[in-house]
């Protein structure tokens, strides 16, 4: 799992990818849901010891799949 990475940077650039296919794009949408993706946002919204650029990262995509 991306999160889990031992490398912040790599975990980063990961994430923004995610977002990047999945924004505007249902079907993909739908798929990042079915592969748990809403529980990954919820690990890294929760874990304090997470980098805040990847934080502000999963924040950002949660505000897009509200919209």
């Known amino acids: ?39 990954m946002i919820q690990d890294i919204l929760t874990n304090s010891s997470i980098d805040i650029r990847l934080w502000r990262k999963a924040v950002f995509l949660v505000g897009d799949l509200a919209e």
Do not use: H
């Not at 991306?2 to 990047?20: D, G, N, P, T, W």
């Open 1 to 39: 799992m991306m999160v889990r990475s031992s490398f912040v940077e790599e975990a980063i650039k990961a994430l923004y990818a995610v977002s990047a296919l999945i924004r505007n794009n249902f079907p993909g949408q739908q798929m990042f849901y079915a592969e748990a993706g809403d529980l």
